[in-house]
């Protein structure tokens, strides 16, 4: 099947500064990518759709300048959690639809800001 | 709005044995995909298994089978002869626009 490559898998960082995570298609090519956050013993909801090409659609409370997605080809998006602060600590996870009855994910980057 | 829902925080099961995962959906759409992840420690999301609206038959994959009962909006996952590498988390999933809304999950344990 179809591999969603996610990367780093763990990161921690400050708190104040930025941190990029990638998210790759490696056999298909993807327009559209989704990017989810899970925080502990929670499911994952939705945070942002990535479109290639054009603006990240955003979900309501998801603050746009502190979670910066760009799309800039159709095999990468990256999410950047801009001036990370502890409560930005999660497990963020991307993925991307290869066809009606796949959805493909990446294997979720634990992000810990101290 | 759609909108899933898994009633089982968790559930035990004895190796070997079959075990069935709650899941009931609510929408207004016509046309819609229900799909089972598991979810070991790691947080890697395992496809299982996508019933679409439309299918007449009920989805198999191997020991995992969707009991899909469209009148009740309910698609419930069975895993049979089940074994210890089988725990973990499952989430039933409803795919919406082209996203995914989760359900709750429940946490499998298999014992020996």
């Known amino acids: 099947g179809a591999v969603v490559s996610q990367h780093p898998s763990r990161v921690i960082c400050k708190s104040g500064t930025s941190v990029k995570i990638e998210c790759r298609s490696l056999d298909f090519q993807a327009t559209t990518m989704f990017w989810y956050r899970q925080f502990p013993k929670q499911s994952l909801m939705l945070m942002a759709t990535s479109n290639e090409g054009s603006k990240a659609t955003y979900e309501q409370g998801v603050e746009k300048d502190k979670f910066l997605i760009n799309h800039a080809s159709l095999t990468l998006s990256t999410l950047t959690v801009t001036s990370a602060h502890p409560e930005d600590s999660s497990f963020y996870i991307c993925?991307?639809?290869?066809?009606?009855?796949?959805?493909?994910f990446g294997q979720g980057t634990r992000l810990t800001v101290v | 709005a759609q909108k899933i829902t898994q009633t089982q925080p968790g559930m035990f099961v004895q190796e070997k044995e079959a075990v069935t995962l709650d899941c009931t959906y609510d929408t207004s759409d016509p046309s819609y995909g229900l799909f089972w992840y598991k979810q070991p420690s790691s947080g890697e999301m395992i496809f299982l298994i996508y019933q679409g609206s439309y299918d007449q038959q009920n989805a198999t994959e191997g020991r995992y089978s969707l009991n899909f009962q469209k009148a009740r909006k309910s698609a419930n996952l069975v895993i049979s002869a089940s074994q210890l590498g089988d725990s973990a988390m499952y989430f039933c999933a409803m795919r919406r626009a082209r996203a995914l809304t989760f359900g709750s999950g429940t946490r499998l344990q298999v014992q020996p």
């Open positions: 993925s991307a639809r290869g066809g009606v009855t796949e959805a493909f």
